[in-house]
């Protein structure tokens, strides 16, 4: 719809700059609640860094999984030419192996820094549906991403795209993830807008794993992978709901009653300042980590990265 922004005779892609748009917003709000989840800013600051690097690194690699076949196919213009080596480092990512890559990137900090990975993902998850919907619109913007004929006033002409087919209506289905991931943001800002008992990962990739299986029906680009007729990012929904359901279920069975045990009303620094009568914290966060699927150090009082 709109690849280009022409700002003073330059042509500056769009798809960058509201992605990078997404990021900053979704860092800053990562960076004013993690002193709620007991989490330094600083370090917050650092591990979304290492965070971004896996997501490339994840969601190139998942591409070219999804993708070989095509492109070992066209081998010859790929992997012996400039142009298609520079197409192959420059486009083409999937957005499950640049979750689970980013996830990993922040754990590799947390382990470093003995930090723990629990409180960084209970401040971080529930601002993931933010910056992912804004890389939707970034997507609608640049016209890849794109969905299935469909007939006006719903289907919309990609023109200018690099990506989708000019001549042909299509159905905005990078509008309709976007949405879908506001929505889901809401809600889960919301329900963890306060230390709680419930691993915020699990209710994520419930929630997620619904958006995605859902939109994947109304997509056409065919770069994705097929496998039985259903597509890599499906057969990863597929997987990735049972697993906020196990995290969940884990989460209960560890606390069976959902009321004052998992949404206390204490900040972080209110329940770290009261002590027992032998003078040791009383933290909810405590009971937070023992519920985490991914082990991680105690933070020991250690500084963050300077």
């Not at 892609?13 to 004013?32: D, H």
């Not at 400039?82 to 957005?95: S, T």
């Not at 209506?169 to 709680?196: C, D, K, S």
Request: glycine residues 12%; hydrophobic residues 45%.
């Amino acid at each position: 719809m709109f690849p280009y922004f022409h700002i003073g005779g330059f042509s500056i892609p769009s798809y960058g700059i509201i992605v990078a748009i997404g990021f900053i917003l979704g860092t800053l709000l990562c960076i004013k609640r993690s002193p709620r989840f007991a989490f330094p800013r600083e370090d917050c600051l650092y591990a979304l860094l290492f965070g971004v690097v896996g997501v490339v690194v994840g969601g190139k690699i998942l591409y070219l999984i999804s993708d070989w076949p095509r492109l070992w196919e066209n081998r010859a213009f790929f992997f012996e030419t400039l142009d298609g080596i520079m197409i192959l480092l420059g486009g083409g990512f999937v957005y499950y192996g640049g979750l689970f890559g980013g996830l990993l990137g922040a754990y590799i900090y947390t382990r470093m820094y003995k930090l723990r990975f629990y409180d960084f993902l209970q401040t971080v998850v529930p601002v993931i549906p933010l910056i992912h919907g804004i890389g939707r619109i970034a997507c609608f913007g640049a016209g890849c991403c794109y969905g299935i004929p469909w007939d006006p006033p719903v289907g919309m002409l990609f023109a200018q795209s690099l990506a989708a087919p000019h001549d042909v209506y299509l159905f905005p289905v990078q509008l309709l993830e976007a949405g879908l991931n506001f929505v889901l943001f809401g809600v889960l800002i919301y329900m963890f807008r306060r230390p709680v008992r419930l691993p915020a990962v699990g209710v994520y990739f419930l929630g997620y794993g619904v958006v995605r299986l859902i939109c994947e029906f109304f997509r056409y680009d065919e770069a994705r992978g097929f496998f039985l007729g259903i597509s890599t990012s499906q057969w990863i929904s597929l997987l990735v709901f049972p697993l906020g359901l196990v995290l969940l279920y884990l989460a209960l069975r560890k606390n069976p009653v959902l009321g004052k045990g998992a949404y206390g009303t204490q900040t972080a620094s209110e329940a770290s300042s009261e002590t027992s009568p032998q003078g040791s914290p009383q933290s909810s966060l405590q009971d937070d980590a023992e519920l985490s699927m991914f082990p991680s150090a105690e933070n020991n009082g250690k500084t963050s990265k300077k």
